[in-house]
């Protein structure tokens, strides 16, 4: 049979058709769309090359080799019943008896199940109001706590949501004309540190809600604060990074100097050995924990490198996000200092966070797409595109059971989405993020 009647026969050319409406010609598809048809087609296609392998070379190309398919093959070639001695009872099983010249084995790749693409649902199952909540790339204002808390900043306030009661709570207000620029949760999640405009650092206990300390030495507001034990690091537009030991009385213990703009990114990796800061001036630097030189410096960004994280999957591999300018999520090693990678997204990258179970990564966009996307590393292959904010989608938090993701953005709301697979072990009932409140204060 040739090859053009198989297709038209078995339709493994086009992907499965579920639209609701038709769609016009000059209507462009979806990028969600775009990714859904692109894996049927991919898979119907396999199915479409195993036919007909199948039945003109009677192979299959998804079966492991053969070495015994090596040997002279007798195609095409008469045989005469006569010639085999034995007696073949007749079945209605036979080939001769079948509703279709195809056979059983093709038939059988034909009907056999494949794997699917993960369903990633585009609509946000949770929206939360956020009055207040800043359009600032430069600021870090919201962050979700291993025991399941979100902290946002809100204006001059910082507001508490427990995302198992629903419930919401002011967690301190640190005076007109002052604002919250950044927060970060301790990985106990205890203590809570809150950066101001002006320059100053509170740390409060949860808790008891209340402020245990002050901590100073910045000339200028504080966009970002990182933990690491009891190592708090914070970045701030007077271009300088503390390291602050907050068992001492001493403000900070070390100052890091080598970015010429605002400082916007701060991540430590999973070991507390290596720091990653993301400037203004388009430089993203590795600091050594026991050094104040940095170990690497990359000027590939054309952009404020804001978005950073580290995989948690494979140590050293580092993922960088560019602003407007840029639009790239680049990655690094930074064992050896080299760039291993690079995807244009097409947009302003906000904020990056890695999938705990999966080698899975989302990604927030600003100018001009607003967008939520999720990739799969390192093909980069975009597995879903959520859609929905209507501003630069500015923050962004993973929740502790790695399943959930909150993101914020300039229209002032947070919105709850079901992006990755929790592990076997931390799979449990609804953690209450369906409940009635509506609002973050």
């Not at 650092?201 to 008891?208: E, F, G, K, L, T």
């Not at 502790?400 to 992006?419: K, M, S, Y």
Request: hydrophobic share 30%; aromatic share 8%; net charge neutral.
């Amino acid at each position: 049979m040739r090859e053009r009647d198989l297709s038209e026969l078995y339709d493994l050319h086009e992907a499965p058709s579920t639209p609701t409406r038709p769609r016009s010609k000059n209507q462009p598809m979806t990028p969600g769309q775009t990714h859904v048809t692109d894996h049927y087609r991919q898979a119907q296609n396999q199915a479409h090359d195993s036919v007909i392998a199948n039945e003109l070379m009677l192979t299959d190309p998804r079966s492991p080799h053969d070495p015994s398919l090596n040997s002279p093959r007798r195609l095409f070639t008469y045989s005469s019943a006569t010639t085999h001695n034995t007696m073949h009872f007749d079945s209605p099983s036979r080939q001769i008896y079948a509703p279709t010249p195809v056979s059983q084995e093709s038939r059988n790749i034909l009907l056999s199940p494949r794997k699917g693409q993960r369903a990633i649902s585009r609509v946000p199952f949770k929206v939360l109001d956020a009055p207040d909540l800043k359009d600032d790339f430069y600021l870090n204002l919201v962050d979700w706590s291993s025991k399941n808390v979100l902290g946002v900043g809100l204006g001059s306030s910082v507001y508490l949501w427990s995302a198992a009661t629903g419930n919401v709570h002011q967690l301190c207000d640190v005076g007109s004309p002052d604002t919250v620029t950044s927060l970060n949760w301790t990985g106990s999640a205890s203590y809570l540190a809150v950066g101001t405009d002006k320059g100053d650092i509170q740390i409060w206990d949860v808790a008891v809600q209340k402020r245990i300390r002050t901590m100073t030495g910045h000339t200028q507001r504080v966009g970002v604060l990182a933990w690491s034990d009891h190592t708090l690091t914070s970045g701030s537009r007077d271009r300088k990074i503390y390291h602050r030991d907050v068992r001492t009385q001493e403000m900070y213990q070390q100052t890091l100097i080598g970015h010429s703009g605002e400082v916007c990114g701060l991540k430590w990796n999973g070991s507390g050995t290596q720091l990653a800061s993301g400037g203004n001036d388009n430089r993203l630097i590795i600091w050594d924990r026991e050094s104040t030189k940095p170990q690497f410096q990359f000027r590939t960004h054309q952009a404020a490198v804001k978005a950073i994280d580290w995989n948690p999957h494979q140590a050293g591999v580092l993922a960088s996000g560019g602003g407007t300018a840029d639009r790239h999520i680049r990655f690094w090693n930074t064992m050896t200092g080299t760039s291993i990678g690079a995807h244009d997204t097409g947009s302003q990258v906000c904020n990056l966070a890695w999938s705990k179970t999966t080698n899975e990564l989302v990604s927030t966009h600003g100018y001009s797409q607003n967008q939520v996307l999720v990739w799969k590393y390192p093909s980069m292959h975009q597995i879903a595109s959520l859609p929905g904010h209507t501003l630069r989608v500015l923050y962004l938090a993973l929740s502790p059971d790695g399943q959930t993701i909150v993101t914020g953005a300039g229209d002032e709301t947070l919105r709850f989405w079901n992006v990755f697979q929790k592990s076997k072990s931390e799979r449990r009932d609804d953690d209450g993020l369906s409940g009635a409140i509506t609002t973050i204060r």
